[in-house]
């Protein structure tokens, strides 16, 4: 901590004005500091020596001693910021805001401040100048590991640091090689051999070989090592790495949907000898990990990247909650805004949902109370009274699906009906819900609507950095979350429902696994979009059934940025592909 933590806590804490003198004793100085007495005195010296305060030490035993502050907090601490931001230290101003309690006048002007350095920025480099991007993000992350990846902004982002060997291409709707230039599988789909390409390097400097992919690949088929992406690899049997740039794979049942799991940010190929190590996270990808704290990220572009370089030179992310914005924006900053500033409106794969948890005891076991549930939701209400980006009411995960299907807003007059043929007594539930502004709404309105019918919800937030916590099976009645498609539908369909990171799926007792299960492994043998889509309507037609769980709204969100900028590419996700921005000069 720096004299002006101190100064700033000390003001703040004995509620003083400037030129006005307080009564106070060393000791509640040093609890103030966190310190000793003895270092309390030296930086209350040391306060004194630089004039931004006047000590009177009381004479006596049990006499207090006078303080008069002499700098105006508003001025001292923006004049902090200020350096800070002019030193490029925008982590150190970021981290001064969330230490101190600032009144709600003074914090608004640090915000304001630090706003104006977030988006596109040209930075100091030795030999050129350098494209940067900042962005705010609203938490730390849970992991970059990618054998985990199942929150988009994790996602998003440890695609820039990792790649696998085949990608997926969302215009064609087809696997596109990548590490792997060329495969081959036998007729029975049960051996597949993949041809690496030469000198791809991992962003310390070694080669990538096919000891790198069997690495990977038996990092994930180990049950011993716990990982949620184990199944995909269940009935591989061996692997033949013989040569260094080729590695055939047999597995023991035909594997027509390898290709897809393979696209699979899971599936990334890691570096043998150094595997997923959090404290130097290492990959192939467009960008390297420079810095990784629980304030920032810095990701810089990797010179020996193996195919086309990025655009941008480093991408810079905070975690500022503070700063996040209801419309993602990418500005250019020292540019003005433009009335021909370009905007975009995303409609998310995906839906918010309630969820119930059948891994506890409870009356949420009950199809009457599930369904009485079902009904005091009217979406359209919801979707009337909160707006925002919620658009449309859902009766599928798919936007596309639910327009298929016609919604009927049922009677509330069976809702108490439902409710009398129900086990529900009037106990309270526990409705978990993760830690956002639009997620903490809905929790609030369905906790009011339920109340209204005489049921009882406590509202549990849940960070989202606890996404993977045991806690949330042990304790949620239900769980108010959301989930976003990816690209590939068809992987994002099995990932949602065979993954061990997904909610869905852990929420769902063995029972449910089972049934599901069953159906999923038809489902990734079929090779056809018609029997694919035969398949997911079977599954959602039992969750609708069964109110296993219960759709509630699809997101269409708004995205604008400069029309300085150029080679936006969205993902599905609603974040842009950094390796193709960058700033059209002459703006």
Partial sequence: ????????????????????????????????????????????????????????????????????????????????????????????????????????????????????????????????????????????????????????SETHIARQIFDCLVNYNAETRSIVPHIAHYWENSDDRKVWTFYLRKGILFHHGKELTSEDVRYTFERIHDSAHQLPCHWTLQSLRSMDTSHPYRITVKFSDPAPFLLHFLSALNMAILSSDIGYNANRIVGTGIFKLVKYTKEQIILERFHNYFREQALLDRVEIFFAPDLITQKRQFDVPNLPISMNDKGRTLEENGCSYLIFNFNKSGVQHDIWFRRAMNILIDRSRMIRDLGSDRYMAANSFLPSETKCIQLVQEDEGKITASLKKSRYHGERLRLYHFDHNNVREDAEWIRNRAAQFGISLDLVPLPLNQFYSKAIIEDADLLLAGEMIEENVELGVVQLFCNQSSLVRRFMNDTQKRRIDQLMGRFIQVENSGEWKSMFRTIEDMIRDRRLLLYLYHIRREVSFHEALTGIEMNAFGWANFSKLWIKQGF
């Fill in 1 to 152: 901590m720096e004299l002006v933590d101190y100064y700033t806590d000390l003001y703040l804490k004995l509620g003083a004005d400037r030129n006005r003198q307080t009564e106070v004793t060393v000791k509640k100085c040093a609890d103030i500091f966190f310190c000793s007495e003895r270092n309390a005195k030296l930086l209350i010296h040391k306060m004194g020596n630089d004039q931004w305060i006047c000590w009177t030490g009381g004479l006596g035993r049990g006499n207090q001693s006078k303080i008069i502050f002499l700098r105006q907090l508003t001025p001292l601490v923006t004049d902090y910021m200020a350096l800070a931001i002019e030193n490029g230290n925008l982590e150190k101003a970021l981290g001064f805001i969330r230490d101190h309690k600032l009144p709600a006048e003074l914090l608004k002007i640090c915000y304001e401040r630090i706003q104006k350095q977030f988006g596109y920025k040209v930075g100091t480099g030795r030999e050129w100048p350098l494209d940067i991007l900042r962005i705010p993000m609203r938490r730390p992350l849970a992991t970059l590991d990618p054998a985990f990846a199942a929150i988009t």
